[in-house]
């Protein structure tokens, strides 16, 4: 049964076992994804735009003007809002807010879930118990209401908000990475590991984290939608981030004004427009994500 | 079986506990004083008077809590800040028109999400799943103002065919004109749940697909209807249910901004008034009973999945 | 000059409390190995057969301390290991490895072959540039191609995904390998690949094998002795030749006569015919495990506990002294 030696030709890629080769394969897997590649181009883009908003805006979002409801001009590209402020630049000032608290949500509530999935999965008995109580009290509270009770408790502001949508996120995270780490702890090659003498730090994050990124992966995308539209709603409503600081959200309160609908609709469109593609972006980058991920586990039909 | 139901029906009401006791804490630390909020305003001032000493001003907190939850549990939520009325009459009055709204979008939700997306998952790759992926995709990306805007822009002012305020027209009591009404907001929803839906059925069926016993099932000779319907939706539906258990809790709070768009009577409405009013007794008094209609609703839906799951059966 | 053995087990006991009620108090144990005592000289193998849930492999753990046993001792080159903590057991860590039943479970199946194997020999310190030309050797000495380095379990068959379980153990050196019933989900004919694979490692690195499985078949092939085990005691001990020839014990005599014999005329006419279930080890039977289900039970069976007597060829019964030869 034993194979001859085969000496290694100079092409063959030299692989030294390192998870690194998997992350390379993921890579190549979620690029070959279209959407999500043009999901990670726009997500680029419209950094970009943020950081470098004040180059690119021509205008100064704050300052206000004495033509009000102007439509769009040479000097002002999509026109002024309701205190004459330029609306373009607004537009590209706000994209900065989304992406903040879109980044910022997705932080907390990952760094949250992840950790307290892990410790409830791992120490288990009464930790367990403790966390998924919890998890089961911020999830029975309705999740609009809850967030306008925080909100209307400790007030509108950036972030507050990024706060609030972070501390009430982490609960599904939580039970997937619980979920992934009760399954892998009984499993034989964890067996192995221990039996290696590997400690259980390494064992986690060379085993059981690489088990559980996908999940996490995909609530981070998840998480950043949520933070966007609950942003987005919540400044709709005047709750959230407050003029004078321009939000895609709150740049769309004008419109609930039926003259502002139908005979301005360069205030209300480009806003809408930009959210859906940025939101837009992200969902596919989640996408994408999923199924490089589900590759991995499918088999193909095994021969004997 | 019975053994679990009451393991249960005693975890929900540890769970409603906890929840009023937050509920306290958080009215507590809102702005205002919770204890002149529990008392008629419209009453004597020697009553008022009375009440205040009864509610405990000066006591410690967990005594406060106490005479606080016996209120709750006698329907005295409180009195709104802003209407002077009791709060739970309000309540009261706003729950069906939410309950209505999105009961509905939940159902059309699903009526849309189930055969669209067996239909997508079974032809997976083609044409027809990106569409259908594509559009779902968008539906889900859009926030639910942006939809109404435009919804009342092309139909009520454009078209002008359907109305874009109010649950029914003044004067009008007839079926149609609450059905007008209802067109709009439920589809503003819909799009929500649709989205949402479709491609987590569409995740499930595709899970399901590969599986061996489907094999077994074609060479049977079964048609493919059959197989797709009976043998692969059936295994699908165990995570559609599951999901559908979590979705209870925006049952009651997931309109909030179409209500207030649509000035539809409901909860969400109330709520987004009670904060922009600053009435914390409102606001706090909502949180409080759609906490606990919630964790009812969760443990219902609990009880009832120990009917149809064997394997809890008979445990 | 009998050399010692490397590994002595001395009355080893595994309990597992069951708990009930809100406090979770302890109501009971379940028994999964009660009072096992084996030795394995160095070099051999030495198999346990039993049915399912007899406690062989909970056995196996105790033995390689992946649990720690109740109570009892484990001499692994005459050094106790069974009941000493954790840190202390870090020098023995690479001498015992194990191999596991081909599962879904046995492998990562997030890491390819190379990375597999990798993390036994970082564990062992190997370095880096070291590394691929280990791998490599592993991979040639259990017989897969090198191409295969990039592979995922998903990818490969079961005699495959076994060979680099075997790998796996290999990687640390070990001298001891506890083997699961390694072969138990593999096709016959893999089967035996597997079994002479495991044979010739043994005799290239002077391997000392704890072969686990409830095929007798694949147990007979490779092992220089047997025991039996029923219900987390052991019930017979004996050379392979001599079990499988004069089998004493009820118990075991009906499980070799429950083995199909292809040739008709060596079939015997007194079938052994076992009756009833395993019982559970939350609640064995008093007195002799075996005698719910043994046709030769007497009074004394049920109330007193046989013990394991014999030197070369050990049996646990009252009645085998009746039944013919010791």
């Not at chain 1, 206000?64 to 040479?74: C, F, H, K, N």
């Not at chain 1, 999935?117 to 609009?144: E, H, N, Y």
């Not at chain 2, 008022?48 to 406060?64: H, M, S, T």
């Not at chain 3, 001499?75 to 202390?88: H, L, N, Q, V």
Request: net charge positive.
């Amino acid at each position: 049964m034993k194979t001859m030696n085969v000496a290694l030709s100079d092409g063959e890629r030299v692989n030294h076992g390192t998870p690194q080769g998997r992350c390379r394969r993921l890579f190549y897997e979620f690029f070959s994804n279209k959407l999500a590649c043009a999901g990670t181009a726009i997500i680029l883009v419209l950094a970009l735009i943020a950081i470098f908003a004040p180059k690119i805006a021509p205008q100064d979002p704050y300052k206000l003007t004495d033509s009000y409801d102007a439509g769009p001009s040479a000097q002002h590209f999509l026109g002024t809002d309701s205190l004459g402020r330029d609306i373009f630049s607004r537009l590209i000032y706000a994209s900065r807010i989304s992406l903040i608290v879109g980044i910022g949500t997705m932080l907390i509530s990952t760094f949250l879930g992840t950790l307290l999935g892990l410790l409830s999965g791992f120490l288990g008995g009464k930790v367990d118990m403790v966390i998924m109580r919890t998890a089961d009290v911020f999830m029975t509270f309705p999740p609009m209401i809850i967030l306008l009770v925080l909100v209307g408790i400790i007030g509108p502001g950036l972030w507050k908000i990024i706060f609030v949508l972070g501390i009430l996120g982490w609960t599904s995270l939580a039970r997937v990475v619980r979920g992934c780490v009760l399954s892998v702890k009984e499993k034989n090659y964890i067996k192995a590991s221990r039996l290696m003498g590997i400690s259980t730090a390494r064992i986690v994050t060379s085993h059981v984290l690489p088990n559980v990124a996908g999940p996490v992966f995909l609530s981070a995308t998840s998480m950043t939608v949520y933070g966007i539209l609950s942003e987005a709603s919540l400044s709709f409503l005047g709750l959230g981030v407050q003029p004078p600081v321009a939000s895609w959200g709150n740049m769309l309160t004008e419109a609930q004004s039926l003259t502002v609908l139908t005979s301005m609709p360069w205030v209300w469109v480009p806003p809408s427009v930009l959210i859906l593609i940025c939101v837009f972006s992200f969902n596919s980058i989640g996408d994408g994500l999923r199924d490089a991920l589900a590759g991995e586990r499918t088999s193909s039909t095994t021969t004997d | 079986m019975r053994n679990y139901i009451l393991k249960r029906i005693f975890t929900a009401v540890i769970l409603i506990f906890i929840i009023t006791v937050i509920n306290f804490i958080l009215i507590n630390l809102a702005p205002g004083n919770p204890v002149d909020a529990m008392i008629d305003p419209n009453a004597s001032q020697e009553v008022i008077q009375l009440k205040k000493e009864a509610l405990g001003l000066n006591g410690p907190l967990y005594v406060r809590y106490f005479k606080w939850l016996i209120n709750v549990l006698h329907g005295n939520l409180g009195y709104s800040m802003t209407t002077y009325q009791p709060v739970s009459q309000m309540i009261s009055y706003r729950i069906m028109p939410t309950l209505i709204l999105n009961f509905l979008s939940l159902l059309i939700g699903f009526a849309i999400a189930i055969p669209l997306g067996i239909a997508s998952a079974v032809r997976q790759y083609s044409k027809f799943d990106s569409a259908v992926t594509s559009a779902f995709l968008i539906g889900m990306s859009t926030p639910s103002f942006v939809f109404a805007l435009l919804f009342i822009f092309l139909f009520s002012v454009t078209f002008r065919i359907l109305p874009s305020s109010g649950m029914y027209t003044i004067g009008s009591s007839n079926i149609l004109d609450r059905i007008r009404h209802l067109i709009l907001p439920v589809v503003v929803l819909s799009i929500g749940t649709a989205s949402s839906d479709t491609r987590f059925v569409r995740t499930c069926m595709l899970d399901v697909l590969g599986e061996n016993y489907l094999r077994t099932a074609r060479s049977k000779g079964l048609k493919e209807f059959t197989v797709i319907h009976r043998h692969a939706f059936r295994n699908a539906l165990n995570p559609i249910v599951t999901i559908t258990g979590t979705q209870v809790a925006s049952l009651l709070g997931g309109s909030v901004v179409v209500e207030q768009i649509f000035s539809w009577p409901g909860l969400g409405q109330l709520t987004y008034q009670s904060i922009t009013g600053r009435d914390y007794t409102t606001l706090m008094a909502i949180n409080l009973i759609t906490s606990v209609l919630v964790a009812i609703a969760y443990l219902l839906t609990d009880i009832v999945y120990t009917f149809i799951d064997p394997r809890i059966h008979y445990e | 000059m009998p050399e010692e053995a490397l590994l002595k087990v001395v009355n080893l006991k595994k309990y597992y409390p069951i708990r009930k009620g809100f406090f979770h108090k302890v109501i009971g144990y379940i028994k999964a190995v009660d009072g096992v005592s084996l030795e394995i000289p160095r070099g051999k193998t030495l198999g346990l057969v039993g049915e399912s849930g007899c406690g062989k492999s909970t056995l196996g753990y105790s033995i390689a301390r992946i649990e720690k046993p109740t109570s009892g001792k484990i001499f692994f080159e005459g050094k106790d290991i069974a009941t000493c903590p954790e840190r202390e057991l870090s020098g023995i860590r690479s001498e015992i490895q194990m191999v596991f039943q081909d599962s879904d479970t046995s492998l990562d199946p997030r890491m390819n072959l190379a990375e597999i194997l990798s993390e036994p020999l970082r564990a062992k310190g190997v370095r880096k540039d070291e590394i691929f030309k280990r791998i490599n050797q592993l991979m040639d000495n259990v017989g897969l191609p090198q191409k295969f380095r990039d592979k995922y379990p998903s990818e490969l068959s079961g005699g495959e995904r076994q060979r680099i379980g075997i790998a796996r153990a290999l990687a640390m050196r070990p001298k001891l390998i506890i083997c699961d019933e390694p072969v138990s989900a593999l096709d016959v004919s893999i089967q035996a690949q597997i079994l002479n694979l495991l044979k010739d490692l043994q005799q290239e690195y002077h391997l000392t094998y704890l072969f686990i499985a409830h095929g007798l078949g694949s147990v007979r092939y490779v092992s220089d002795r047997v025991t039996v085990m029923y219900l987390g005691k052991i019930v017979e001990a004996a050379e392979t030749f001599d079990l499988f020839s004069r089998p004493q014990h009820p118990y075991t005599r009906a499980l070799l006569e429950a083995y199909p014999i292809p040739d008709p005329t060596r079939r015997n006419e007194d079938k052994m015919v076992l009756y009833g279930e395993i019982p559970s080890p939350a609640d064995p039977p008093k007195g002799c495990s075996f005698h719910t289900r043994c046709p030769y039970a007497s009074k004394a069976c049920c109330s007193m506990t046989p013990g394991l007597k014999g030197k070369g060829h050990a049996v646990a019964c009252f009645k085998c002294s009746q039944l013919g030869g010791s």
